[in-house]
């Protein structure tokens, strides 16, 4: 595509080979001229080598140590459906769009993980982020960015790749404020969310190894990593479940049915996932047929490889096809409609 040599895996066999047989032949992240103005190399979604390394560990350890995966997150999960349900009351039954809210709240949830507070839905600063974050994606899916990553030249003529490199830079300002405030408080003993764990490990890089990755710029990358990669894809699927529940009345009253007989007025837990088969399968579907990220991110060859008879040379770009996966017919009978048959 354009200058740079593409191969696009489809179909669930090849991808599922590709990403689970060959996972170190194609772990890494090509050089995309728009992820590397965003990026700068840091972070964690489009940096290299060593550094992506050392964040994703980082990054993988201290989330399950704030309880990613276990009835903390879950907690912080559920007080946050409280929050949203009261909005949803509010509304009283008038139409409205849910977008701003239902964002709002998965936005929550990351910023409790990452700075270990959650915003008002009104706060200026949230909305703020939530509306640099979509205008971002929306920027990056565009023709025109499109364009400047296949032919880096037209970044003279071409404007969005200025305005998502804008906007980062506001995303910056605003967690540069946060990164302020929880150095002044911060304890050891106390560390309330993902960027206290980082700032203690940039102290103690300060006084035995300046030269390791915990440094601002990773922050900054890491943090803008986890709210766009997070908020879109379960904000979308939560948006497109809403949509199919109204759509489908007999299914919305099957799982109204299931949850008041198995889990009545509790507050529906994980544990609770295997005694409601019905809901769990129209979940599954809703995220399949949904289809919300058709491309997966690009990812490259570490070497030279032979995958399934074609020869890929080292840092030749890859792009999951994931719609030929979810729409693929050999592993789903009626692929093309939301599969009603449920059981």
């Not at 991808?15 to 047989?21: G, I, N, Q």
């Not at 404020?177 to 969310?193: A, C, P, V, Y």
């Not at 994931?322 to 048959?341: A, G, R």
């Amino acid at each position: 595509m354009g200058s740079v040599r593409m191969v696009v895996l489809s179909g669930y066999e090849t991808v599922r080979s590709a990403l689970v047989d060959y996972a170190d032949e194609f772990s890494e992240r090509p050089y995309i001229n728009i992820f590397e103005d965003m990026n700068q190399g840091f972070g964690i979604t489009f940096s290299h080598g060593e550094n992506w390394k050392a964040m994703r560990r980082f990054t993988l350890s201290t989330l399950r140590d704030l309880g990613m995966g276990k009835r903390t997150i879950e907690d912080r999960i559920i007080e946050e459906c409280g929050y949203l349900i009261k909005l949803f009351e509010s509304l009283e039954g008038k139409p409205t769009d849910l977008t701003t809210s239902v964002v709002s709240a998965v936005s929550n949830i990351i910023a409790s993980i990452i700075f270990g507070q959650r915003f008002d839905y009104q706060d200026p600063n949230l909305l703020k982020f939530i509306g640099l974050v979509d205008e971002n994606r929306r920027f990056i899916g565009s023709p025109s960015v499109a364009i400047y990553n296949m032919f880096p030249v037209f970044r003279y003529v071409l404007k969005a790749h200025k305005k998502v490199k804008q906007n980062i830079a506001e995303l910056h300002y605003f967690l540069r404020k946060q990164i302020t405030e929880r150095n002044e408080s911060l304890e050891r003993d106390d560390l309330k969310g993902y960027m206290d764990a980082f700032l203690i490990k940039n102290r103690n890089r300060e006084k035995s190894n300046p030269m390791t990755y915990f440094h601002e710029n990773n922050l900054l990358g890491s943090v803008t990593n986890l709210f766009m990669a997070g908020t879109d894809t379960t904000s979308s699927t939560l948006r497109w479940a809403i949509s199919y529940m109204t759509l489908n009345p007999e299914i919305q009253r099957k799982v109204h049915e299931e949850i008041d007989r198995v889990i009545g007025s509790a507050v529906p837990r994980a544990e609770h996932r295997k005694n409601v088969p019905y809901t769990n399968a129209v979940i599954h579907e809703t995220q399949r047929f949904a289809n919300i990220l058709p491309l997966n991110l690009p990812r490259a060859t570490s070497q030279d490889i032979q995958f399934q008879g074609y020869y890929l040379p080292k840092v030749n770009v890859l792009i999951p096809h994931l719609e030929s996966v979810l729409y693929d017919e050999t592993q789903f009978e009626k692929p093309q409609i939301f599969y009603q048959n449920i059981s």
